[in-house]
């Protein structure tokens, strides 16, 4: 009679140290039955839901939890139930499972609570699964660490392709976007056409008033390109006071009608400088693509050929090159 007294004893010492490290540790238990119905809420759920286990033991999980997609959960849970096999997620795939708030200071800048889950099956005294397991991690550390190391590379991206004075496309990228336009053209025969443009007598701004003048120039011709912009188009930096634009879906007359706001643009504005206030006009050539051009070389040829009858007419002005 000691000894059975002395197993009991140690076997209810086993399930009080089993409950306290279940209720304590640092992931959310949470056991569902068959109809998704709430059988153990463990501290971690409590503490980061605020809803006690009195509130919830009995509940079904989706009138606790109503954001939570019940046919998505519901599809996940199957297998688990039906071939006795956990399934997982991960926050790539669903950042959180829960809308929990995140308080840590260290990931301050979460806005909630990214997590792994886990399903698992339990097993009865007859191998059925009639309730199922879901475990809750908190991944908010991992989780901000790599998307700030994605952050991180975009931006490093970004540099690479951007020119820094005028915050348009770099020449290398721009080329490359310039290679795959004519590309999509060559397929879909989609209308498309390339601006080129040029700050008339920018070598005689420089030489007299110098660089810096000189960079708010191209700033400032930059901006007003900027504004003009739709955003399916492809503006860069072509050379040192040269710029291309792509014209994606766009006809030589729409594009000339660009070209002709944007030297309006251009022309309206006044540069002070410590001396003087200084105009500035450019010049556009203007080159749709078409089946004739065999080549992105030939497309940009075409453009600065249109350029170049503006120099020759006098300059500020856009001329169309065609066939």
């Not at 795959?180 to 390339?194: A, G, S, V």
């Not at 070598?203 to 390109?225: A, P, Q, W």
């Not at 080159?287 to 007419?313: M, P």
Request: glycine share 6%; hydrophobic share 35%.
């Amino acid at each position: 009679m000691t000894d059975t007294t002395d197993d009991l004893s140690h076997f209810l010492k086993d399930v009080h140290w089993l409950l306290d490290i279940l209720q304590n540790i640092d992931v959310g238990l949470v056991v569902l039955d068959a109809k998704f119905h709430v059988a153990l809420w463990n501290q971690f759920m409590q503490n980061h839901s605020g809803k006690a286990p009195e509130h919830v033991l009995g509940c079904s999980l989706f009138s606790i939890f109503p954001e939570l997609s019940e046919d998505w959960f519901r599809r996940k849970a199957e297998p688990v139930f039906v071939l006795q096999s956990a399934t997982f997620t991960t926050w790539e795939q669903r950042p959180h499972l829960f809308r929990f708030p995140h308080y840590r200071p260290i990931t301050g800048s979460a806005g909630h609570m990214y997590q792994n889950t886990t399903i698992i099956p339990l097993l009865d005294t007859h191998g059925e699964v009639e309730h199922i397991c879901l475990i809750v991690y908190d991944v908010t550390d991992t989780a901000m660490n790599k998307l700030a190391q994605i952050n991180a590379h975009n931006r490093l991206q970004d540099l690479s392709r951007v020119d820094h004075l005028t915050s348009l496309y770099n020449r290398g990228h721009w080329e490359h976007c310039l290679a795959q336009e004519y590309k999509r053209f060559d397929r879909y025969q989609i209308p498309c056409t390339l601006v080129l443009f040029d700050i008339d007598h920018f070598k005689v701004v420089n030489d007299t008033y110098g660089h810096t003048v000189g960079d708010e120039v191209i700033r400032c011709v930059s901006k007003c390109l900027r504004a003009q912009l739709r955003e399916t188009d492809i503006a860069g930096r072509y050379g040192g006071e040269e710029f291309g634009v792509i014209l994606t879906n766009t006809s030589n007359k729409g594009a000339l009608e660009f070209a002709e706001r944007l030297r309006h643009s251009v022309a309206a504005q006044l540069i002070t400088t410590s001396t003087t206030d200084v105009n500035i006009t450019i010049s556009l050539g203007v080159q749709q693509l078409n089946d004739n051009i065999n080549s992105t070389q030939q497309w940009i040829e075409g453009a600065d050929k249109a350029l170049y009858y503006c120099k020759e007419h006098g300059r500020n002005r856009s001329h169309v090159n065609e066939p």
